[in-house]
């Protein structure tokens, strides 16, 4: 863990998320990665109901709020009521709250974003680099003015 938080410190990046380590196996990380400066960012799910707020008072950085249930990937639709889980976190901190996990349109975003702090975005971006390979670049670049446009 040392090892891998010096890398990411090298990187000049601020914080890691750390997929599939429950809140109650976190310490053990976090520890390593407060030595080191980084934010291990908390998850809250809608299945984490009554854990929201244990979960943001310990929280740093930001909380990662999943969107929905399931595997990571493209959605057509997010049904989860993101409004009343970012409201449990405001009850108990003002940390930021960003809403992620299969948000790809910008119609998608800009309804996350409005109902938090900001949306996160991943396998759109990584199906894009998968398409166009070395030339992926001007691709994503292009991707996300679009998705930045549909938040202001």
Known sequence: MEKFCQKIVEGNMSGMILPDVPFEEKEEFDIVCKEYGLDLISTIAPTSHQR???IAKKANGFIYCVSSLGVTGVRSEITTNIGAMVDL????????????????????????ASQSDGAIVGSAIIKIIEKYRKDAPQYVEAYVKEMVKALK
């Open 52 to 54: 929201i707020q244990i």
């Open 89 to 112: 976190v405001r009850e108990v901190t003002n940390i930021p709250v960003a809403v992620g996990f299969g948000i790809s349109t910008p119609e998608q975003a800009k309804k996350m």
